[in-house]
């Protein structure tokens, strides 16, 4: 199999890379940092014998890395399946917050994830066996509030493109699946207090690749925060306004 992952040097994508070059697959890289990026790439092509193409670029700036995508996906022979654990907070993401750290946001954060996927939907319709699309939000998007605000509605409206998405693919071979992410042991993470435990981003992975064939739509992970869901979803506003989170 050929698999493309976004934003694979680090945190869960690099997780990815690992697992499903241990599986044998080979892997297209897309990161921002080519250096991390030419160093995993090297480690997974020498010790597990795949093939491992690369593609540095800044996708909150950059157009140009499709075709650079499009181009490494040919060396490959093909595409199988498209993971996106890609995305990007901002430190001050309150309100208001300037116009071009928005459009980055949401570039990183949506945008890029959409423009890969249309363009390569059609190569993965076509393929003779079954498909993938892995895609991955916050549990930030739950309930807007006055922190993480672009992010969190970028994660929504990537939530409400996977819905979308798994509804076109219904009558093709593509199977959409989309995870509801909690806290992750990343190094976006570090030096942060957080409500609850991180989750390890490896044994994340291992889920990930282990459920690859099921057709769940969306899987909040931990599990423990889909109750955490209902109730902030639930809460009147008059209560919800006091947190402070």
Same mark, same amino acid.
């Given at each position: 199999m050929n698999y493309l992952i976004m934003?694979? $040097?680090?945190?869960l994508g690099r997780a990815l890379a690992k697992k499903l070059a241990g599986e044998g697959n080979n892997l297209i890289l897309l990161a921002s940092d080519e250096r991390d990026l030419q160093a995993v790439a090297s480690d997974l092509a020498i010790r597990h014998h795949i093939k491992v193409e690369t593609v540095a670029a800044d996708v909150s700036?950059?157009?140009?890395?499709?075709?650079?995508?499009?181009?490494?996906?040919d060396r490959l022979g093909g595409l199988d399946g498209i993971f996106c654990p890609i995305g990007a907070v901002?430190? !001050?993401?309150?309100?208001?917050?300037?116009?071009?750290?928005? !459009?980055?946001?949401d570039n990183v954060n949506y945008l890029s994830v959409v423009s890969v996927i249309?363009?390569?939907?059609?190569?993965?319709?076509?393929?003779?066996?079954?498909t993938v699309i892995v895609g991955f939000g916050s549990v930030a998007c739950i309930r807007g509030r006055n922190s993480n605000v672009c992010y969190?509605?970028?994660?929504?409206?990537?939530? $409400?493109?996977?819905?979308?998405?798994?509804?076109?693919?219904?009558?093709? &071979?593509i199977l959409v699946q989309f995870y509801v992410l909690g806290y992750l042991d990343t190094n976006q993470a570090f030096g942060k207090r957080t409500l609850l435990p991180r989750? &390890?981003?490896?044994?994340?992975?291992? !889920?990930v690749c282990k459920d690859l064939q099921k057709d769940f739509g969306v899987?909040?992970?931990?599990?423990?925060?889909?109750l955490i869901r209902l109730i902030l979803r639930i809460m009147p506003w008059r209560l919800f306004k006091h947190l402070n989170f």
């Open positions: 934003g694979a $040097s680090a945190g700036v950059h157009a140009g890395f499709l075709e650079a995508l499009a181009a490494a996906i901002h430190p !001050q993401d309150r309100i208001p917050l300037p116009p071009s750290v928005v !459009q980055c946001i249309y363009r390569f939907w059609e190569l993965l319709r076509v393929r003779p066996r079954g969190a509605a970028a994660k929504r409206s990537l939530l $409400s493109f996977f819905e979308s998405l798994r509804h076109a693919a219904v009558s093709s &071979n989750a &390890n981003p490896d044994k994340l992975a291992g !889920q899987v909040y992970y931990p599990g423990y925060w889909r």
